[in-house]
């Protein structure tokens, strides 16, 4: 097979860990005769340094005619007080509404040779999916300042349709046919008109998906229910804001945010994909980043785009091995480097 790739290595560590990942990629491409072109471009503050935008209209043309996309992260303290439209996030939203990736799939597992980095005394063996609306939501609801009654003020708005909310649901119900058959959806019906459309949206859903065990949850009690009891969930479906919360809160049961990869996925098989974690400039440069959530990313490219099931297993495999070497990064408690991880990840293949 023949893939046409856009990379976004962005900012931050976002260059080192992209090219481990890419490595990796080509090995496996290598033993199952695939051919893979890259296609290197701007995005985020790499590309506001060098045109003035987060997202130039090269880089999402480029994308729109790849197979699909690997981005590494963007951000970093360096664009932290532009102006809301300039930031290099923009260019991670952007690419996500242009493609019209409105589903974000977020699995995140307690992989057994880091059962003691969870940082829960006493935790069941647990594998959640995140299933997180993308393109929806408060991110891309209408905002900005006006003059109030007490002086300057600021506004952001949640809206879902209903056509928004069931293309998720359908997602989220699919994958739970296929896994353990339960989801839960997240939301705040309790206060939010929106959750309460989300609410009935998924209600009237669950009727057609009567293998699936169905339950609402309102998020601050998802957000307990996690800590205290992570093997209760199967799929969680969630809104874009509680989806981006509780996300980095389930990786941090994990071990290390590290480790958690991530699919954007619309109605073509062109993916988006891209570890959950952001630039990190803290370590950038160093060599030190852990490169597992964006090698598990392409895995999950192989799997959802390309349905290259085995290409997909043999990557998974062998990074479950090299965990199980007891190989590790810094951020789960061990000493080797992006370099020296991704060559034993390569060996395991
Ligand atoms: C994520 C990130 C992004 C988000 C930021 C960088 C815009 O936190 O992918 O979870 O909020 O979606
Ligand atoms: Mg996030």
Not at 87 to 112: D, F, H, M, Q, T
Not at 135 to 142: D, L, S, V
Not at 193 to 219: G, I, N, P, Q
Request: aromatic share 6%; hydrophobic share 40%.
């Amino acid at each position: 097979m023949r893939i046409n790739l856009a990379l976004l290595k962005g900012d931050g560590i976002g260059p080192e860990i992209v090219d481990s990942a890419c490595h990796v990629l080509d090995t496996v491409a290598r033993r199952y005769s695939h051919d893979i072109a890259y296609t290197s471009l701007l995005a985020g503050g790499c590309a506001i340094d060098a045109t003035g935008v987060p997202l130039p209209k090269e880089t999402l043309d480029e994308c729109l005619k790849s197979d699909s996309v690997l981005l590494g992260a963007v951000g970093g303290p360096k664009w932290d007080t532009l102006p809301g439209h300039l930031r290099p996030e923009k260019a991670l939203l952007g690419v996500r509404k242009a493609l019209g990736l409105y589903a974000n799939i977020r699995p995140a597992k307690l992989y057994s040779a880091l059962a003691d980095r969870c940082p829960l005394r006493v935790v069941d063996d647990f594998d959640i999916l995140i299933v997180r609306e993308l393109t929806g939501g408060i991110y891309f609801g209408e905002s900005g300042r006006r003059n109030g009654q007490y002086g300057e003020e600021a506004f952001d708005t949640e809206c879902y349709s209903e056509k928004e909310i069931e293309r998720i649901g359908r997602v989220a119900f699919e994958a739970a046919k296929k896994r353990n058959k339960k989801l839960t959806s997240i939301d705040k019906a309790n206060v939010l008109e929106s959750s309460r459309l989300w609410r009935e949206t998924m209600h009237k859903l669950s009727h057609e998906y009567k293998e699936v065990e169905y339950a609402d949850m309102l998020v601050d009690n998802a957000a307990m229910q996690l800590i205290k009891n992570p093997a209760q969930f199967d799929v969680i479906v969630t809104s874009n804001m509680f989806g981006d919360i509780l996300s980095d809160e389930a990786s941090q049961l994990t071990g290390s945010i590290g480790m958690l990869p991530s699919a954007s996925l619309g109605e073509s098989t062109r993916g988006m994909y891209e570890p959950i974690h952001g630039s990190a400039p803290d370590i950038a440069g160093k060599g030190i980043a852990n490169p597992i959530a964006t090698i598990l990313s392409v895995a999950m490219m192989l799997r959802y785009s390309f349905s290259l099931e085995k290409e997909a297993d043999c990557i998974e495999n062998a990074v479950v091995k090299t965990l199980d070497q007891e190989y590790f990064t810094g951020d789960i408690g061990g000493k080797m480097t992006n370099n020296e991880i991704t060559d034993k990840i390569i060996e395991n293949l």
